[in-house]
T-cell receptor, first 109, second 113 residues
């Protein structure tokens, strides 16, 4: 069935290094959303991508939606300790919503 | 606008008992979805309600059920609790469909002993 795979599962970086998490779907998605969950918190919406090849930026975060609308990535430039948390992608297709397993980011100061 | 609220925040039950969790969505939001979050399984979709009707259901046993009231508030019930039901249960509300931006509540931490 429909699955959204997310890699890596964990990422440990030194503060100032870049970070990327990838999301891949077995089928074409209508749109993809990204959420961030801080330790002990709940998922918080970051952004939604709808168009093929779309790129959106939020300060140090860059989100991309693949041309085939089957994959997406979130890239953080020059990580900070405030970036710590788990990043989830969520793909939408045919009125169904599939969360990726999340990438847990740890940033060492 | 007040955010999504969930009650209770923490709950301890024993195997075989049942539990009811409550979720109040953001005012004006008509869709409520429930998720189970465990360290090993990530976010697992339970079900979605819209206008008091269940629209989608995940792959959970019949022990997990839910409902939505006319004011959009939602409850989920788990009967005959098992140890594996220990998890954080998150409720998310959205304006119309689950595919819209979802606003999550703080969750209910359920521990089954």
């Amino acid at each position: 069935g429909q699955q959204v795979m997310q890699i890596p599962q964990y990422q440990h970086v030194q503060e100032g290094e870049d970070f990327t998490t990838y999301c891949n779907s077995s089928t074409t998605l209508s749109n993809i959303q990204w959420y961030k969950q801080r330790p002990g918190g709940h998922p918080v919406f970051l952004i939604q991508l709808v168009k093929s090849g779309e790129v959106k930026k939020q300060k140090r975060l860059t989100f991309q939606f693949g041309e085939a609308k089957k994959n997406s990535s979130l890239h953080i430039t020059a990580t900070q300790t405030t970036d710590v948390g788990t990043y989830f992608c969520a793909g939408h297709n045919f009125n169904k919503f599939y969360f990726g397993s999340g990438t847990k980011l740890n940033v060492k100061p | 606008k007040a955010g999504v609220t969930q009650t209770p925040r923490y709950l301890i039950k024993t195997r075989g008992q049942q539990v009811t969790l409550s979720c109040s969505p953001i005012s004006g939001h008509r869709s409520v979805s429930w998720y189970q979050q465990t360290p090993g399984q990530g976010l697992q979709f339970l079900f979605e309600y819209f206008s008091e009707t269940q629209r989608n259901k995940g792959n959970f046993p019949g022990r997990f059920s839910g409902r939505q009231f006319s004011n959009s508030r939602s409850e989920m019930n788990v009967s005959t609790l098992e140890l594996g039901d220990s998890a954080l249960y998150l409720c998310a509300s959205s304006l119309a469909l689950r595919t819209d931006t979802q606003y999550f509540g703080p969750g209910t931490r359920l521990t089954v002993l």
